[in-house]
């Protein structure tokens, strides 16, 4: 049954092409953000989204492959990956804080090794009153 369902979801189609584990792709990702926001709104939870900008020419295509790699591999089950657009991959964290957001990406960036540097990222935290104008605003 539970394979039935992942076949029939529209959700569980991935792109695989940007690395060895499962990427969700820009039209997908951004299908999932507003399911999520939808959640958030119907259950009063909070939820999360963590931006990681990959623009800077240091960052070769086995890095990107690595780096996600290393996103798919420390995600939760309910958490989910995907290009928010070409140079953002964005991981959405369902009932989780922006503290918690925050304690996980810089987590992740102390994991990421020489690439730290190079490595930017901004959280966005829904619900918040600030937030259509936050997601608009570039990593800095």
Request: glycine content about 2%.
């Amino acid at each position: 049954m539970k394979n039935l369902f992942r076949k029939l979801n529209p959700f569980r189609r991935k792109n695989l092409k940007d690395s060895n584990r499962s990427i969700y792709s820009i039209e997908d990702i951004h299908k999932i953000i507003d399911r999520e926001i939808a959640r958030a709104d119907r259950n009063s939870h909070e939820v999360s989204f963590v931006f990681f900008e990959i623009t800077d020419s240091h960052w070769g295509r086995s890095d990107i492959n690595k780096f996600a790699n290393m996103l798919a591999q420390r995600k939760r089950m309910t958490d989910e990956l995907g290009w928010y657009d070409d140079k953002r991959i964005c991981i959405i964290l369902p009932d989780t804080s922006y503290e918690n957001a925050k304690k996980l990406a810089d987590s992740l960036c102390r994991s990421s090794g020489e690439l730290t540097e190079y490595l930017h990222f901004k959280i966005v935290s829904y619900p918040s009153e600030r937030f259509p104008d936050m997601m608009s605003m570039s990593i800095k």
